[in-house]
């Protein structure tokens, strides 16, 4: 009995062995089955018909296990008994288990595509590494666009048509849902590819075909203040694995924009990738926004539609234009369905940008403009040349405080690690004072020494408050009178973006209540982690900043055009040009029907730029950039006129 279950147990492991090496060798097992009951009902039935010999019988016995029609040709009693049991067999073993073979294999097989494991074969494409919260507003962005996107794979010498190649740890079923539901992203789905695998690995990279993009996004995963700095180094570690696994020569590497949330890591990032490579820091970004929609009110309607490809007016820069040896003035006279902003100079390796310049300035062949346009074919309609003089610029002492506030009273609700970034962004301004107060239910001896740390030399007064940010009881102990601006932060405590902006969103409606006994509400700013929540905020007061939208719109600009970054660089960052929003009675005029052409001869006499105009209605407030220079407005003394000007004149 032992030795039965002995070798019983032999032979069931030996058929394991086989069955666990693959498709092949179960096959090949069945198929050993099937001639050995093949054999065994052929000696059976032999000599019991008209076959000549056992390899006949043997042959009939076959016919049997796999065709069970034959079954009412056989006569004879014995006969038909092993008919029947080589048919019954042919139902179980031939068929039954070839079906699930063949099943399994092919279940297998769809499961393997399914993970996107085989690598494609694209050349000249982008490629987007990892999904984070930055993926879908990334692909949106690249997708709405298109144009500026064939443009740019046209420089590179990249595909003709858009095709994108995200990377991701996991391939989930919910990822293509995600798409296919995207009301932007579906209709184009045929465009976008997606690939499992680490970014970390270099034949993972292979599946994405990263040394054939024409570019590479990078984008940071959403971070903790004690993560941010993995991270960074993951990232840094991405960039030489794209280093190492690219083109020997530099020169055709492909171009990476990646994502750096430590500003002390850029360096470190610029050093790990030897090909062309752009940095975005985001979170430094996003304060930069911040600080200055503090400064002047209203900025975020301007910098959603000017970072948005497809609504509005965009920046575009314009090259080959028939305009050297010319002066800036003449240049704007002749841009009559677009906007002069600035000028670049320069290669990739090092731009020199200059926002808002001066009429006189000469602009050379190789000078690119920097345009304000609904289009590039407005961006690059010229009027004939005309002989024009350059109009002398009458400078006020106090255009460069035009539409800000020299003295602020923040209150900072919640905590994250942007925190450390906007007191460093709040001391780069040397023409304003800022207050802060920091309310969080996080203990401030905790945030005191986290500070501390992080910014050992700010001279800033911070008082930090402890309190539960959605409580109402806290905040009726607030006297909020004594703030001028209040911005509620998303939450880096939380790893998904609806439980950060769930507390963002209460701790809103609290101080709404509590405020709407006040005569003015201080200004509200809203810091928000998914772009789908900014539609709860409808009818309510208060801006938003969709952080993780917003990077993702500066890395796609970077991405097409390599001088967005020192342009941003330039209009965010202190003692630069910055976009203002000043009232009418700030710049010395009265309510009134205004004609937009001369608004914008008024502002170049002040050295500024004229972007457009902010108008409140009966509708609320709107924001018309680059109107029609015949096109006039009723204005009142509190409309606003959008303005780009120079802050340290």
Not at 334 to 357: H, K, W, Y
Request: glycine residues 8%; aromatic residues 6%; hydrophobic residues 40%.
């Amino acid at each position: 009995m032992r030795r039965r279950t002995a070798l019983v147990n032999r032979l069931r492991y030996l058929l394991e062995r086989q069955f666990i090496r693959g498709t092949r060798y179960q096959l090949l097992v069945m198929a050993f089955l099937v001639l050995g009951i093949s054999v065994l009902g052929g000696v059976l039935a032999f000599g019991t018909g008209d076959e000549d010999g056992l390899l006949d019988t043997i042959w009939w016995a076959f016919l049997r296990l796999t065709d069970p029609g034959y079954l009412g040709d056989d006569e004879g009693a014995w006969r038909r008994v092993v008919s029947t049991l080589l048919t019954v067999s042919g139902y179980v073993v031939f068929m039954g288990a070839l079906i699930a073979i063949l099943t399994q294999w092919l279940g297998s097989q769809m499961r393997l595509l399914e993970r996107g494991l085989t690598p494609v074969s694209l050349s000249g494409h982008i490629v987007v590494l990892g999904w984070t919260d930055r993926t879908l507003p990334l692909l949106r962005e690249l997708v709405a666009a298109e144009g500026r996107v064939k443009r740019f794979l046209q420089r590179v010498g990249g595909a003709g048509r858009l095709r994108l190649v995200v990377l991701t740890e996991e391939l989930t079923p919910e990822l293509a849902e995600a798409l296919r539901n995207d009301a932007v992203l579906g209709p184009n789905l045929d465009s976008v590819i997606l690939r499992s695998g680490s970014s970390l690995n270099n034949e993972h990279l292979n599946r994405a075909a990263c040394d054939r993009a024409a570019a590479i996004i990078l984008p940071a995963r959403r971070t903790s203040r004690s993560s941010s700095e993995s991270s960074d180094v993951e990232t840094i570690k991405t960039l030489l694995a794209l280093n190492g696994q690219t083109n020997e020569d530099t020169r055709k590497r492909p171009y990476v924009v990646a994502e750096i949330q430590s500003p002390t890591k850029v360096g470190v990032a610029r050093r790990a990738y030897q090909g062309p490579l752009e940095v975005v820091a985001g979170d430094v970004s996003i304060s930069r926004l911040m600080v200055q929609n503090l400064r002047h009110p209203g900025l975020s309607a301007v910098y959603n539609e000017l970072l948005s490809h497809g609504v509005g007016q965009n920046f575009y820069i314009l090259r080959d234009l028939p305009i050297g040896g010319q002066t800036v003035a003449e240049v704007r006279a002749r841009l009559t369905q677009s906007i002069l902003c600035g000028v670049v100079r320069g290669t990739d390796e090092a731009f020199e940008v200059t926002m808002n310049p001066q009429g006189d300035l000469s602009i050379d062949e190789s000078d690119a403009l920097v345009v304000l346009a609904p289009d590039v074919d407005m961006a690059r309609t010229l009027a004939p040349s005309a002989t024009l003089s350059v109009p002398q610029p009458l400078y006020r002492s106090d255009v460069a405080t035009l539409g800000m506030q020299s003295h602020l009273r923040v209150l900072l609700v919640g905590w994250s690690s942007k925190v450390a970034l906007l007191v460093k962004e709040f001391s780069t301004y040397k023409d304003s004072q800022f207050e802060i107060d920091v309310l969080s239910s996080r203990s401030a001896e905790e945030r005191q020494q986290w500070l501390q740390a992080e910014v050992p030399d700010s001279a800033l007064n911070i008082r930090h408050l402890v309190g539960e940010v959605t409580s109402a009881r806290q905040w009726r102990k607030l006297d909020l009178t004594q703030y001028d601006s209040v911005l509620f932060l998303s939450s880096d405590r939380w790893q998904s973006e609806e439980e950060a902006d769930a507390r963002t969103l209460v701790g809103f409606l609290q101080w709404q209540g509590v405020s709407s006994e006040l005569g003015e509400r201080p200004l509200c700013l809203l810091e928000l982690a998914d772009a789908e929540n900014e539609t709860l905020l409808t009818g309510l007061e208060g801006e938003t900043l969709i952080s993780p939208m917003l990077t993702s719109h500066f890395m796609v600009q970077v991405a097409l055009r390599r001088e967005m970054r020192p342009i941003f660089d330039a209009l965010f960052s202190a003692g630069g040009p910055e976009i203002t929003l000043p009232t009418l009675a700030e710049l010395g005029l009265e309510s009134g029907q205004y004609r937009w052409s001369s608004l914008v001869d008024r502002l170049a006499k002040l050295g500024a730029t004229g972007l457009g105009v902010k108008i409140d209605s009966i509708k609320g407030e709107q924001l018309l950039l680059n109107p029609e220079l015949s096109a006039s407005f009723e204005l009142s003394s509190t409309d606003r006129v959008v303005v780009l000007l120079q802050t340290n004149l």
